[in-house]
């Protein structure tokens, strides 16, 4: 399969505690994005790789969240001291380069936290 | 006022229809259009793809955009009940490539 993938698929977490998704975006794609859906609701634009870099970030994204993408690969998001309000679909999309922006999205990390 | 506005519905169809999804939008600098189809507990998955005013037909499925009217439509012909889902339309923001998405529209093909 040379989709995006992400892991885990599911996390159920305690208030407080600290989670970590990672993503593996389809191989050739330099451009990653996170987003973040709830209910009924589109996905939310969180932040942006491009290789390495983080070029953006969300309002949405506090102090609490961090994104990495160390080596323009995977790339990892991290939350801290987790509240019930980050409970959601945490979404992984991948594009390539040139004026192509067609993203293609992982099946998403589901996150509750109780 | 969100920068993207879409029906949620739920749109109940019988078998065969032709089906109308609709978006508008209000920020004339968004250049291109998507439109994704979500299963339930899924990922978003690209349906269309487009930058240009007119139409853009892929077998079952048509996308329109009209820029003077801010408004995207995305038509199902001979709809089956494997399209019931989300349909979500997105615009690209900015240089970045981000998405901006409207609600989602949910869709159900009766059999």
């Known amino acids: 399969d040379t989709g995006v993938s992400q892991d885990p698929r599911h996390k159920i977490t305690k208030r407080g505690q600290n989670v970590t998704f990672r993503c593996d975006p389809i191989?050739?794609?330099?451009?990653l994005y996170w987003y973040r859906q709830t209910l009924g609701q589109g996905p939310e634009f969180l932040t942006y790789?491009?290789?390495?870099?983080?070029?953006?970030k969300s309002r949405l994204l506090s102090d609490r969240f961090s994104a990495e993408r160390p080596k323009g690969s995977f790339s990892t998001l991290e939350i801290q001291r987790t509240e019930q309000g980050d409970s959601a679909m945490y979404l992984c999309?991948?594009?390539?380069?040139?004026?192509?922006?067609?993203?293609?999205f992982g099946p998403g990390t589901r996150l509750t936290v109780t | 006022q969100k920068e993207v506005e879409q029906d949620p519905g739920p749109l109940s169809v019988p078998e065969g229809a032709i089906v109308s999804l609709n978006c508008t939008y209000s920020?004339?600098?968004?250049?291109?259009f998507m439109w994704y189809r979500q299963y339930s507990r899924k990922g978003p998955e690209l349906l269309m793809y487009?930058?240009?005013?007119g139409n853009k037909e892929d077998g079952r499925f048509t996308a329109q955009v009209d820029k003077s009217s801010k408004y995207i439509s995305l038509f199902i012909r001979d709809s089956q009940p494997s399209d019931s889902a989300t349909y979500l339309c997105?615009?690209?923001?900015?240089?970045?490539?981000?998405?901006?998405f409207g609600q989602g529209t949910t869709l159900q093909v009766k059999p």
């Open positions: 999309a991948s594009s390539g380069d040139g004026l192509s922006y067609e993203q293609y």
């Open positions: 191989s050739e794609h330099n451009r």
């Open positions: 790789f491009q290789n390495e870099a983080q070029l953006e």
């Open positions: 920020n004339s600098a968004f250049q291109y």
């Open positions: 487009t930058y240009s005013s």
């Open positions: 997105a615009m690209i923001s900015g240089n970045t490539g981000k998405l901006i």
